[in-house]
């Protein structure tokens, strides 16, 4: 695993990281590093091959969630359609 030292944060911003770590209730590293990844696609992606791999990956207990959150608003409300 690489490590990288980032140079320059100033105290403004090296609080607001801190201060969104600690209400994630992550580490400051883990933080920084679920930034970056958010911000940075993989090349597969780029190249539009089986995102599948990459993007939208539920765990179980979370497509049931989604699931559940979704039925509720495919209902239809006949009163609506009057």
Do not use: F
Request: with cysteine.
């Amino acid at each position: 695993m690489k490590a990288y030292t980032i140079r320059g944060i100033d105290d403004r911003l090296y609080k607001t990281l801190q201060a969104q770590a600690k209400n994630a209730g992550k580490s400051l590293n883990r933080h920084l590093l679920d930034l970056v990844g958010a911000g940075v696609r993989p090349p597969e992606c780029a190249r539009m091959k089986n995102l599948d791999k990459y993007c939208g990956i539920y765990t179980a207990d979370e497509a049931k969630a989604a699931q559940k959150s979704l039925a509720c608003q495919r209902t239809i409300e006949p009163g609506m359609w009057k």
